[in-house]
């Protein structure tokens, strides 16, 4: 089904990649990294590559806590100071203040940090504003990177003209600039159903949204819900939920560009109503108050086993695969999010990607560079998927057979990233203000305050009333 | 201060990074903005109930831990821990508390037989009622600490005068400990109302001013203007707006009530 408005949204992964494709593309990069796959620094013979180059510096992280990031990191820290002779500090601060931080590091004379992580929806915020170094350099120099590191070809073509490129010129994502690459972890949303509950009421997996709720509703029986979201008043309520199913339904989210000053919402459209719908109709085979629910408690739900089906970053609910945390853990699926008859299901695509700030002197930048090559590399990626379950940022770990062994959501979360699509209003600084009006909104639809129709008509007229005062649209 | 001040009349261009002059263009927005009017009313009503009810909870508290009874020291030392608690965290706990397929509110008020209690955070109907609830559970402490100290350390030949005279408990309360104790009570009550005027914390924790804004107060339109959305300036108004009220608001309360008696 096609907005109102036109043709579905396009980015630079718009053609989907199947499974066979994606696992043809993994299997050729994990060829060429696995000759990586004891670290960065065993490279140090090939070529003039020498970690140990700036031996004797420190080099200062800057990351998000609370989604275990800076775990990996800190367990090798004492292995990068063996490797590269470079100490390691890493800060980890809640999103809010680690974004509130970003803001005047970057703009102080000289930044604290060395290196720092970007939130996805952030990007054309800071790297927009021209305030990291240019990686083109680095990458090609010889001296200065592995001959292992395989940049670009192991990282999905969408996630780097998402938190890798970027066209400060023209203040748009993609192009040919390096600025970030991605880490430390990436993701996008995929389903997780429970095949022993779809097996016994002789349900198939749903492959539209028209099956999903058909599906919730017939096993919202014996104490168990046909399905959870995240309904809050939250932006991930946009995100993860709404999106999903106005993109996979067709949904064109904007029209226009910000620089024409024509940049006009689609809120009002018939898919948008639409996807509200369907979320209210789910909200009735949710668990109670669902309309309170955030990530924690719809995964808790889910792992609990009091519910048969679930949208969600592979990133956060990999771990209902645990069975030291889940009850369910032998029991549960994961698939590509539904779509419609004409169209497939296309995930927001999420992500972070670390960059140099522009204000360092350069023998920092080059340090900066080498503990950054190390923990984006092939060996690392691995580690941190392995260890703590964050979605990779490279189709190398997505396609590792042992991993897969381990953890058989990663071939449908690596899928999920090739064939992810960006927000589109992740390209102007008022993405979070958009999205926190219109979260606010559907909340609002969802625990039966107002109808979909009426939540969509408010929430394209904050939009509009944003984007006018913002100067995108006149 | 200053700095704020100054901001409160520019806006951040985060991707030129520059400050570009509005004049009174963030105050005139403010103004005619309708979630600012709504915030109003809720952080009224919020600091109206809740410090209504914690005066009226602290001070009884007071008077009845006055009395010496056995057990007090323990009762009294439990009662002051939820003031020490940070309010992120008060507010963590009790969404917890209040999580309607497991919280453990719900169960308790199911064994009283309340079968179906509303869902007290997801329904624009309960949710500021139970934010206030939250904050009474949480500042109640503090108006009984401040106003038990002034109350032990009241003469008490003057109450043991009063009993002699044939006063009853009632009258001695009325009469001769609220009078005395009555400049600790408007100073915790300033204290509390201004700390509620400014609440952000619990907001912060328990519903994100949610759902809808009926849960937003001004020091959190101020903080999501500021920090989510990166309006510094439109923030710094707000928060200019805030001190001002703050400010007329309680000169005026502190005319209206008489701290010291002059007869």
Redesign the interface.
């Known amino acids: 089904m096609k907005d109102k408005v036109g043709a579905p949204a396009t980015d630079s992964s718009d053609n989907g990649v199947n499974r066979r494709d994606f696992l043809k593309v993994g299997a050729t990069a994990a060829a060429v990294a696995g000759a990586s796959s004891v670290g960065m620094a065993e490279s140090a013979s090939a070529a003039a590559y020498n970690p140990k180059k700036f031996a004797g510096t420190t080099v200062k992280i800057l990351l998000v806590d609370g989604e275990r990031d800076q775990e990996g990191i800190k367990d090798k820290i004492s292995y990068i100071q063996k490797t590269h002779g470079i100490k390691v500090e890493v800060t980890a601060l809640a999103l ?1 203040a680690q ?2 931080k970003i ?1 005047s590091v970057l ?1 102080a004379s000289t930044s604290e940090y060395d290196i720092i992580d970007n939130l996805g929806f952030t990007v ?2 800071v790297v ?4 990291f170094t240019k990686l083109n350099d680095y990458i090609a120099n010889k001296e200065l990177t592995a001959p292992t590191y395989n940049y670009p070809a192991d990282f999905p073509a969408g996630q780097l003209d998402y938190t890798s490129r970027y066209d400060v010129a023209n ?1 748009k994502f993609g192009g040919k600039d390096v600025y970030l690459i991605p880490g430390i972890h990436s993701g996008s949303v995929i389903m997780f159903y429970r095949k022993d509950l779809l097996s016994a009421a002789g349900i198939p997996v749903p492959k539209s949204w028209d099956d999903y709720i058909d599906a919730a509703r017939k096993l919202n029986t014996g104490g168990v819900s046909g399905t959870t979201m995240i309904a ?3 932006v991930s309520l946009i995100l993860v939920d709404w999106y999903a199913r106005f993109a996979s339904m067709g949904g064109k989210l904007m029209s226009g560009t910000p620089g024409a000053k024509n940049y006009k919402p689609n809120l009002n459209g018939s898919t948008a109503v639409r996807a509200v719908q369907h979320m209210i109709d789910c909200a009735e085979v949710s ?6 629910f955030g990530f924690t ?1 719809s995964v808790d ?1 889910f792992s609990r086993g ?1 519910v048969a089906l679930m949208l969600c970053w592979s990133t956060i609910a990999g771990s209902a695969f645990n069975p030291e945390t889940s009850k369910v853990a032998s029991k549960i699926g994961a698939v590509q999010i539904p779509g419609d008859a004409n169209t497939t299901g296309r995930p927001i695509r999420g992500g972070w990607g670390l960059g140099i700030p522009k204000n360092l002197p350069k023998k920092r930048k080059d340090a900066a560079w080498m503990v950054m090559q190390y923990i984006t590399s092939a060996s690392f990626d691995k580690y941190q998927m392995d260890n703590f379950q964050t979605d990779p940022n490279r189709r190398s770990t997505y396609a590792d057979a042992a991993l897969n062994k381990k953890y058989p959501y990663l071939k449908v979360a690596g899928q999920a990233m090739e064939n992810a699509k960006m927000l589109d209003v992740a390209l102007i ?2 993405c ?2 958009l999205v ?1 009006e219109a979260a ?2 559907f ?2 639809a969802i ?1 039966g ?1 107002q109808t979909a129709k009426q939540a969509c008509a408010n929430a394209q007229a904050s939009w509009e009333k944003i984007l006018k005062r913002a100067g995108h649209l006149a | 201060m200053l700095y704020s001040l100054g901001i409160s009349f520019f806006e951040f261009d985060r991707v030129a990074g520059k400050w570009n002059f509005l004049g009174l263009g963030n105050y005139k927005e403010i103004l005619s903005d309708k979630v600012f009017w709504s915030s109003i009313l809720v952080t009224g009503v919020m600091v109206g109930v809740a410090l209504i009810v914690e005066v009226v909870a602290g001070v009884s508290l007071a008077i009845f831990f006055g009395q010496k009874l056995r057990g007090s020291k323990f009762v009294r030392a439990i009662l002051i821990t939820p003031m020490i608690l940070n309010p992120v965290v008060v507010g963590l706990m009790w969404r917890a508390l209040l999580n309607p397929q497991w919280g453990l509110f719900n169960w308790f008020i199911g064994l009283i037989g309340i079968d179906s209690p509303p869902i007290w955070l997801a329904d624009p109907k309960w949710s500021l009622w139970t934010l206030i609830f939250v904050d009474i559970w949480q500042w109640t402490p503090f108006i009984f600490v401040v106003v038990f100290a002034r109350y032990q350390a009241l003469p008490t030949d003057v109450f043991e005068s009063a009993r002699v005279d044939g006063a009853s408990p009632l009258k001695i309360i009325r009469y001769i400990t609220l009078p005395l104790v009555s400049s600790a009570v408007v100073f915790a009550a300033i204290f509390r109302g201004i700390d509620s005027f400014r609440t952000f914390d619990l907001v912060y924790g328990l519903t994100f001013g949610g759902p809808g804004r009926s849960t937003t107060t001004l020091s959190f339109y101020s903080f999501e203007n500021g920090f989510v959305y990166y309006r510094y300036g439109f923030a710094s108004a707000l928060s200019y707006i805030m001190v001002i009220m703050a400010t007329i608001g309680f000169s005026v309360l502190l005319k209206w009530i008489p701290v010291r008696r002059n007869h």
């Open positions: 809010g974004l509130e803001q703009r054309s915020g927009g504003g021209g305030l203040n809050a008043n939250d668990p109670k108050g669902v309309g309170s408690e739900a009091d600084p008022e979070f203000e926190g606010r909104e909340n609002l625990i305050s």
